[in-house]
């Protein structure tokens, strides 16, 4: 059983960096030194976050199969939360944002959750957040 789990979370390392080779060629696609990969689907022009802003947020995770596993832009209300308060992806990736825009993060897994399942995230899984950044408290 253990074995088996650590085979699929390797298995889910070697997808996920061949994920993130191939994702980091493509037009449009930047990543920073600490490996997060964003795309900027539009951008606005209201202030930026810094790492001890409180953002409020739609936004929409998936794997990179396609499955989402957690988003809010259907319910109409935004999210609130600090920005060091999550994954390091998101604390990184949301101060490229102007208030405004709209990105795509990847996120690789250590910059995730790491090795570690989190609910309906295997672990060492690549994440991708279509992330809308609406307003910077």
């Known amino acids: ?24 060629r493509r037009e449009g696609v930047k990543t920073t030194p600490s490996g997060l990969q964003y795309e900027v689907l539009t951008e606005g022009d209201g202030p930026k976050p810094t790492e001890e802003s409180t ?9 990179i199969d ?6 809010n832009f259907e319910s109409g209300e935004p999210i609130s939360f600090p920005l060091n308060g999550v994954i390091p992806g998101w604390t990184e990736g949301l101060q490229l944002m102007t208030a405004g825009s709209t990105y795509n993060l990847y996120v690789p897994s250590n910059l995730g959750y790491g090795a ?16 809308q950044l609406i307003s910077v408290e």
């Open 55 to 63: 953002v409020s947020v739609y936004y929409e995770g998936t794997l």
């Open 116 to 131: 570690r399942d989190a609910g309906p995230i295997p672990g060492n899984s690549v994440l991708i957040f279509k992330v």
């Open 1 to 24: 059983e253990a074995a088996k789990a650590e085979e699929a979370s390797f298995e889910n390392i070697e997808k996920g960096v061949a994920f993130l080779e191939e994702n980091g």
């Open 66 to 71: 396609g499955t989402v596993f957690d988003g």
